[in-house]
Nanobody, 122 residues
């Protein structure tokens, strides 16, 4: 069994900061990529940021310069530092991991956390 558990969401005023955390646990051989996605009602889920095992990072244009993704490979965790938050950042943020489980060969599967709500007030 593999689980991803997010934390760090909450209510913050515009211009404030939050740091999201996601911890992967279970029988994991390796994690290839981890990322953060967000979704609001009536809109498609969108990629916020992702990071590879080698440290390569990508960001959505809307968060570049404000958000920073980082990864603790030893601890199987990924973080999202969110600065200069805007009301339009309000969404449920979900952690994603592309990983290989122990004993299941070399193919990777995708896991999702349940999400954490970020609300930014104006």
């Amino acid at each position: 069994q593999v689980q991803l558990v997010e934390s760090g969401g909450g209510l913050v005023q515009a211009g404030g900061s939050l740091r999201l955390s996601c911890a992967a646990s279970g029988s994991i051989l390796r994690i290839n990529t981890m990322g953060w996605y967000r979704q609001v009602p009536g809109k498609q889920r969108e990629l916020v940021a992702h990071i590879t095992s080698g440290g390569s990072r990508n960001y959505a244009d809307s968060v570049k310069g404000r958000f920073t993704i980082s990864r603790d490979n030893a601890g199987n965790s990924v973080y999202l530092q969110m600065n200069s938050l805007k009301p339009e950042d309000t969404a449920v943020y979900s952690c994603n991991a592309d990983l290989v489980e122990r004993g299941l060969g070399y193919y990777a599967v995708t896991y999702w956390g349940k999400g954490t709500l970020v609300t930014v007030s104006s």
